[in-house]
C-alpha cells in the first residue's frame, strides 16, 4: 500500500510544486507588493497582501487581493492535476498560499456582507483542509 494512498476512493491530495522564492523574500522582509510584482502567480504573496490590507482596515482591497490569490492558486492546483474537488494539505507547506488566501476571501466576503461566497470559501477551505480551516479560524 503506498503512503497516503486514501483508502475511501476519493481524489489523491494535491500537492502543489514548490517556489520557495516568494517565501523566502516574504521572510526576508520584502514587502508583498514587491513579491507579487517579481511573482505575480504566487498565492502566498497575494493572500500575504490581503491580510496586510484587512489588518488596516481596507476590507475592499483585502478582498481584491484575496480573489487575485484563489485565482492564482486555482490555476496552480489545475496544473498539479486537481479536478475541482479533493484534499489540498495544509500540511504540504507549498499549498498554504492557496489556502490562506481562500481564508482570507471568505473573510473579506464576510466583511463586505457577501455571505452566500463566505459560505462557499468557508465549506470549501473545510473541504480542502480541516487543517487549514482550524489554524487559519
Known amino acids: 500500500m503506498?503512503?497516503?494512498?486514501?483508502?475511501?476512493?476519493?481524489?489523491?491530495?494535491?500537492?502543489?510544486?514548490?517556489?520557495?522564492?516568494?517565501?523566502?523574500?516574504?521572510?526576508?522582509?520584502?514587502?508583498?507588493?514587491?513579491?507579487a510584482a517579481r511573482y505575480p502567480t504566487s498565492s502566498l504573496a497575494w493572500a500575504q497582501l490581503a491580510?496586510?490590507?484587512?489588518?488596516r482596515g481596507g476590507v475592499v482591497e483585502s478582498y481584491a487581493y484575496a480573489r487575485t490569490g484563489y485565482h492564482r492558486g486555482l490555476d496552480?492546483?489545475?496544473?498539479?492535476?486537481?479536478?475541482?474537488?479533493?484534499?489540498?494539505?495544509?500540511?504540504?507547506?507549498?499549498?498554504?498560499?492557496?489556502?490562506?488566501?481562500l481564508h482570507a476571501l471568505a473573510r473579506a466576503a464576510q466583511a463586505i456582507g457577501e455571505k452566500d461566497e463566505y459560505e462557499r470559501c468557508t465549506q470549501f477551505?473545510?473541504?480542502?483542509?480541516?487543517?487549514?480551516?482550524d489554524v487559519l479560524g
Do not use: C, M, Y
Not at 491580510?51 to 489588518?55: K, L, R, T, V
Open 2 to 35: 503506498a503512503i497516503h494512498e486514501n483508502l475511501l476512493g476519493g481524489p489523491p491530495p494535491t500537492h502543489l510544486p514548490d517556489d520557495p522564492g516568494p517565501r523566502e523574500l516574504l521572510a526576508a522582509g520584502t514587502s508583498p507588493a514587491e513579491v
Open 51 to 55: 491580510d496586510d490590507a484587512f489588518e
Open 76 to 101: 496552480a492546483l489545475r496544473r498539479s492535476g486537481w479536478k475541482g474537488h479533493g484534499p489540498v494539505p495544509w500540511e504540504h507547506e507549498p499549498n498554504r498560499g492557496f489556502l490562506r488566501a
Open 125 to 133: 477551505l473545510r473541504d480542502s483542509s480541516q487543517e487549514a480551516a
